[in-house]
């Protein structure tokens, strides 16, 4: 596919909804030389309001579902949600845990889900490409 | 001298006017370069505030009252009591300044001095 419609890199904001820390410490790993996706302009930013991605990681605890759906309502159109880790999809080891109100997407839609406990980064930085194809497609209709 | 009496020192206006032309285009040239599809009226224009719920204006200013929370903290008892003497009714103050007086007369008719 021709990526043009996009004529900058991706900037995702990373929102910890719950995690235990894991999938954060994978999608950090991302940012090492190992992987450095910084190379391809695949960065984190500080705040929604700047962001492409929003990476979802946790299963939603009851106290994060306002402000997962308040930062989802503060990244600028348009903009893909990408949901890293099993917890996230239905609960991995919080299942069933009383005050959890997850999954992602019953807060918010979710356009890559990326399984793993926690996801390597090469299944990290793949979801990105593919949300960064799914961009380019409401790039293109818009 | 040249430039309007002040010569070519840091202090000339002319340097300053053109320091402000700069900092205008600049501030300008990254505004334009900012994200123009955002909606406008949504809550994509709010305040970010680490996905909190943004308070109004008045209640997110520090009031100068909080910089002396440790000396509050610290003189409590004191405060507390005299807080709870000064009711601000005239008649209790009256009474105070009465008992005061008399406490008074009474030392100092004891050691003498009336």
């Given at each position: 596919?021709?990526?043009?419609?996009?004529?900058?890199?991706?900037?995702?904001?990373?929102?910890n909804?719950?995690?235990?820390?894991?999938?954060?410490?994978?999608?950090?790993?991302t940012?090492?030389?190992?992987?450095?996706?910084?190379?391809?302009?695949?960065?984190?930013?500080?705040?929604?309001?700047?962001?492409?991605?929003l990476?979802?990681?946790?299963?939603v605890?009851?106290?994060?579902?306002?402000?997962?759906?308040?930062?989802?309502e503060?990244?600028?159109?348009?903009?893909?949600?990408?949901?890293?880790?099993?917890?996230?999809m239905?609960?991995?080891?919080?299942?069933?845990?009383?005050?959890?109100?997850?999954?992602?997407?019953?807060?918010?839609?979710?356009?890559?889900?990326?399984?793993?406990?926690?996801?390597?980064?090469?299944?990290?930085?793949?979801?990105?490409?593919?949300?960064?194809?799914?961009?380019?497609?409401?790039?293109q209709?818009? | 001298?040249?430039?309007?009496?002040?010569g070519?020192?840091?202090w000339?206006p002319?340097?300053?006017?053109?320091a402000?032309?700069?900092?205008?285009?600049?501030?300008y040239?990254?505004r334009?370069?900012?994200?123009k599809?955002?909606?406008?009226?949504?809550?994509?224009?709010?305040?970010?505030?680490?996905?909190?719920?943004?308070?109004?204006?008045?209640?997110?200013?520090?009031?100068?009252?909080?910089?002396?929370?440790?000396?509050?903290?610290?003189?409590?008892?004191?405060?507390?009591?005299?807080?709870k003497?000064?009711?601000?009714?005239?008649?209790?103050?009256?009474?105070?300044?009465?008992?005061l007086?008399?406490?008074?007369?009474?030392?100092?008719?004891?050691?003498?001095?009336?």
């Open positions: 596919m021709n990526l043009s419609a996009i004529k900058r890199a991706l900037w995702a904001y990373h929102i909804t719950g995690s235990c820390n894991g999938c954060d410490i994978e999608i950090l790993a940012l090492t030389p190992r992987y450095d996706v910084e190379r391809f302009g695949i960065m984190l930013v500080g705040s929604p309001r700047h962001a492409d991605v990476l979802v990681t946790g299963p605890a009851r106290q994060m579902a306002p402000r997962l759906k308040r930062v989802y503060q990244t600028p159109d348009p903009k893909v949600v990408l949901q890293v880790g099993s917890c996230g239905e609960g991995g080891v919080f299942y069933e845990s009383y005050n959890l109100v997850g999954p992602v997407d019953q807060i918010i839609p979710v356009d890559v889900y990326v399984p793993g406990c926690p996801p390597r980064p090469e299944a990290i930085i793949e979801a990105v490409a593919k949300a960064w194809v799914k961009l380019e497609k409401a790039e209709v818009a | 001298m040249s430039i309007l009496g002040l070519y020192s840091p000339s002319i340097f300053w006017l053109l402000f032309v700069v900092v205008i285009i600049m501030v040239f990254f334009r370069r900012g994200r599809k955002y909606k406008k009226d949504t809550a994509q224009t709010k305040v970010f505030l680490c996905g909190e719920e943004v308070p109004e204006a008045k209640q997110r200013h520090i009031k100068a009252h909080n910089v002396y929370w440790g000396f509050f903290e610290t003189m409590k008892e004191y405060y507390d009591a005299n807080i003497a000064h009711t601000g009714i005239i008649n209790d103050y009256i009474i105070w300044f009465l008992v007086i008399a406490i008074s007369a009474i030392i100092l008719f004891i050691v003498g001095i009336v």
